[in-house]
């Protein structure tokens, strides 16, 4: 089993930077792709940035060129640096972890707010 926990999120003026934390437990080496979902109020949640086992990223056209998803393997974390913000980008980000355990699976966590506002 996979378990994730986010943090880092916050109020941040527009224009402004926030990094979002995402730290995976149990049977990491099972994780084959994590990503960061959000979910803004009266919308359906959304896919804003996924990194691959293999290093390969896929970005919502949203935030291309704005936001970017890293990982570092030895702490078990992958992390969205998201600069350039803007008001539309408030939300419940969520990070999720994909691993197969006998079957394809996903673990969500918990939601961190982002909040965008002057």
């Known amino acids: 089993q996979v378990q994730v926990v986010e943090s880092g999120g916050g109020l941040v003026q527009p224009g402004g930077s926030l990094r979002l934390s995402c730290a995976a437990s149990?049977?990491?080496?099972?994780?084959?792709?994590m990503g960061w979902y959000r979910q803004a109020p009266g919308k359906q949640r959304e896919l804003v940035a996924s990194?691959?086992?293999?290093?390969?990223?896929n970005y919502a056209d949203s935030v291309k060129g704005r936001f970017t998803i890293s990982r570092d393997n030895d702490k078990d974390t992958v992390y969205l640096q998201m600069n350039s913000l803007k008001p539309e980008d408030t939300a419940v980000y969520y990070c999720?972890?994909?691993?197969?355990?006998?079957?394809?699976?996903?673990?969500w966590g918990q939601g961190t707010q982002v909040t965008v506002s002057s």
């Open positions: 999720n972890a994909d691993y197969y355990w006998g079957d394809s699976l996903v673990s």
């Open positions: 149990g049977s990491i080496l099972s994780i084959y792709a």
């Open positions: 990194i691959r086992s293999g290093g390969s990223t």
